[in-house]
């Protein structure tokens, strides 16, 4: 498949180009400052978000060529959160355009409490800090008319560690381990991602934590 990555050099992005090439995938590379590529299967482009509209759609619908799906894993700077939901729904409308399924990989903001199903995680102190950028990005994304679009929450701690090649998947609510802990690897949030790219489970949002036990995600 040729899977289009927007966002490719940043933390979760780049691990989502690995794991896609480690796949068999092709992959189109998209970010404002490519890296130079490192496999045959991986094609760098640029995509300023910040450029004028129609550079930056224009930039958007070349990167989506030819792809049979796309990720979408950009992070705001800070003090640049206000930017998200223009810029998704830019990506949006390009997929729109160019009838690309989209996995949007979001934040762990908009997912329910695990102990008040009644509270979100971007309001609970005992979870992830205020990400209302996450909150409003899948906002942007329910209120758009493309429909064919997925979003991935991560747990409330997301970082490099180890690929296990294992997780544990839910859906709206906050997932978390024994001992209170609700974390993940990028390198297994990416595994995740793709396995939903290969084998779409039909969940408008949902998220992962990581297992050391069986694959149920698979």
Do not use: K
Request: aromatic residues 4%; charged residues 20%; glycine residues 10%.
């Amino acid at each position: 498949m040729n899977i289009t990555v927007f966002g490719a050099t940043g933390m979760v992005g780049s691990w989502l180009v690995t794991e896609a090439v480690s796949r068999g995938h092709r992959v189109t590379a998209a970010s404002r400052h490519p890296h130079a590529a490192r496999s045959a299967a991986v094609i760098p482009v640029t995509v300023d978000a910040g450029a004028p509209a129609d550079r930056r759609d224009a930039a958007l619908d070349e990167a989506l060529g030819t792809a049979g799906a796309a990720l979408l894993a950009i992070r705001p700077a800070p003090g640049q959160e206000d930017s998200i939901a223009p810029l998704t729904s830019a990506v949006l409308d390009a997929a729109g355009r160019a009838g690309v399924r989209l996995l949007v990989v979001g934040g762990a903001g908009p997912l329910r409490s695990p102990r008040d199903p009644g509270l979100l995680v971007i309001d609970d102190p005992d979870h992830v800090p205020a990400a209302e950028a996450s909150s409003t990005q899948l906002r942007t994304c329910h209120e758009h008319g493309y429909g064919d679009w997925t979003y991935l929450s991560p747990p409330a701690l997301l970082e490099p560690g180890a690929r296990t090649g294992t997780y544990r998947r839910g859906t709206t609510t906050l997932l978390t381990e024994d001992d209170g802990t609700s974390r993940i690897s990028a390198e297994d949030l990416a595994v995740a991602a793709l396995d939903e790219i290969e084998r779409p489970r039909g969940e408008r949002h949902f998220t992962v934590v990581r297992s050391s036990g069986e694959r149920p995600g698979r």
